[in-house]
Each structure stands twice: as C-alpha cells, then as structure tokens.
C-alpha cells in the first residue's frame, strides 16, 4: 500500500491494479467506498486497454482474434512503483508475455497520483512501444460513498446539459437511448436508475459533474477534459456512486469485433504518448 498525503487529504492506494483504497480529509471523513463484497468488491479500478465489455469478450486485430475480459486486465496486475513523494506517486505497468496474450502491443502505462490543495489529480499516460499504431481505451471508475442514501443526492452541472442514456443489453450498447434530463443542470438521483446496470452518456458536451448531497454536508466534483462518454453507476440500494470519465466505451450490439472500427477507440501512433489527466476535488 501506498500513502500521499498533504495538509488536506489522507489517499492511499494499492500495488494491484494501482486502485484507490481510501480518500480521507484533515476530519478523518472517508470519501472513497470501501468495497463491502455484499455489494461490489471494486473501489476505484482503472479501466485499461478496452472500457466497458467487448461482443462476446473478444476483439480481431490484423486478422487474429484475441480475448479481452470487460474493463481489460490493468485492474487484476501489480504495478512497480517508480516515483514516490510525500503528496504524489507513480506506478507504472509494462507489457509482458501475458499481457501480449490479450493485448498483443508493447506499451508502458504510467498512472501518477498527487494532491493539490483538497484536489486529488489522476494523469495517465500511455506509451506507444511499438513502431505500428495500437489500439486502445482508458476510463476511470472511482466509487464515492453516499451514506444517506441514493435518494439525497443529485449530481450538479455547471451548465445546462441534456443527458441522453445509451441503454445496455448485458455488456453491450443499443443504438438508442432514454432521456433522463432535458435542458438542466441539476439531476436527481434514483435506485431505480441502476436496476439494471449503468447510465450511459455518449459524445458528451461537458467535462465537470459533482455529486453533491442535498443537505450540503458532503460533495465531490470530477473535472475530466477531453473524455467523450461519462458513466453513472451503483449496485441498487449501496450507499457509493461510480462518477466514470471513459476515453473509450462498450461495444454497440452489432459490432463485428474489429477493433481498429470499435467506436471511441484510440489509435495511438507508433511511439506516441497518449495523456489525460482528471481531477476529483472533495468537498
């Protein structure tokens, strides 16, 4: 385990999968679910190289066919880490043999955490290893915990939005969606919503969203430029809240499995970096 901290905040984060376990402030008040396994063992896993699940969890690339579990394997992996600070570390993943048996591309994933104030900074960056383009998505899936209850919290838009909900069919999206706001900039929260999964929002026009108690006693606000599909998603009556950026997203129903056509894809140049950074700022 891994501990940052500074004047604000308490984080620490496991070796596995370079997840998050704790966010606490100066108070000692917890901000991150604790993965009660009665409801969802995960707390903040990082979704790399495919976000969402794949048709029949498997995906072809220059005519070979290869098998990807949902949300890839960066989640399931231990990490080196190679740099620690009081306030900010990096872990690092590199392919191997068994990563190439999923994912057959040469890469380095660096995932560096550091606090700023009552902000917490999530960048990622991904190395292109290989002279050939690869393929690939990146999404983040911390879990906030709502300790009054699905009901006494909505999430809070710093504009007008509408939210326009791809609905799921297992692990794969239809082409048609359900509106769950019109033209505001506040969406309450219901149980009903995840009965039967996750709120899919695709080509999104915002990149802040905080979820905010109604009383005003706790908030959190993810800031995540340059993501195109934003997630909402809980386990029906558990008190946590997934506020999901995705540079990346499901497979749609009718895909025919070739990932350099996959929707939200990225294809990263031989030798290239891919960066993005998301802030989560607790309140």
């Known amino acids: 385990m891994q501990k940052i901290t500074n004047d604000v905040l308490t984080v620490e984060i496991l070796e596995k999968g370079a997840e998050l376990q704790s966010v ?77 048996k999923q994912f057959p591309f040469n890469f380095e994933l660096r995932i560096t955490y550091s606090l700023k104030d009552n902000s917490l900074i999530t960048a990622y960056a991904v190395k292109n290893l290989d002279a050939d383009k690869m393929y690939f998505s990146i999404g983040s899936h911390e879990a906030f915990m709502i300790p009054e209850g699905t009901q006494n919290y909505h999430i809070q838009f710093d504009k007008e939005v509408t939210l326009n909900s791809y609905i799921l069919d297992g692990n794969l999206l239809e082409d048609n969606y359900i509106t769950v706001l019109e033209k505001g900039d506040k969406f309450p929260l219901k149980d009903e919503y995840f009965a039967v999964d996750a709120l899919v929002f695709k080509n999104v026009d915002f990149d802040k969203a905080a979820l905010v108690c109604n009383d005003g006693s706790r908030k959190v606000t993810v800031e995540f430029p340059g993501c195109d599909y934003f997630l909402l998603w809980k386990k029906p009556e558990a008190n946590y809240l997934c506020l999901e950026p995705w540079a990346g997203v499901q497979d749609i129903i009718g895909s025919d499995y070739d990932i350099t056509k996959k929707e939200g894809i990225i294809a990263l140049d031989g030798n290239g970096i891919y960066e993005k950074v998301h802030t989560i700022t607790f309140e």
């Open 24 to 100: 606490k402030n100066a108070d000692g008040k917890e901000f991150l679910w604790n993965g009660d396994p009665a409801y969802w063992v995960g707390r903040a896993p990082v979704l790399f190289p495919i976000c969402g699940g794949l048709k029949e969890d498997k995906y072809t690339l220059n005519g070979s066919e290869y098998t990807l579990s949902k949300h890839g394997f960066a989640k399931l992996v231990d990490y080196d880490v190679e740099d620690k600070k009081e306030d900010s570390v990096t872990f690092l993943l590199k392919s191997n043999e068994e990563t190439k």
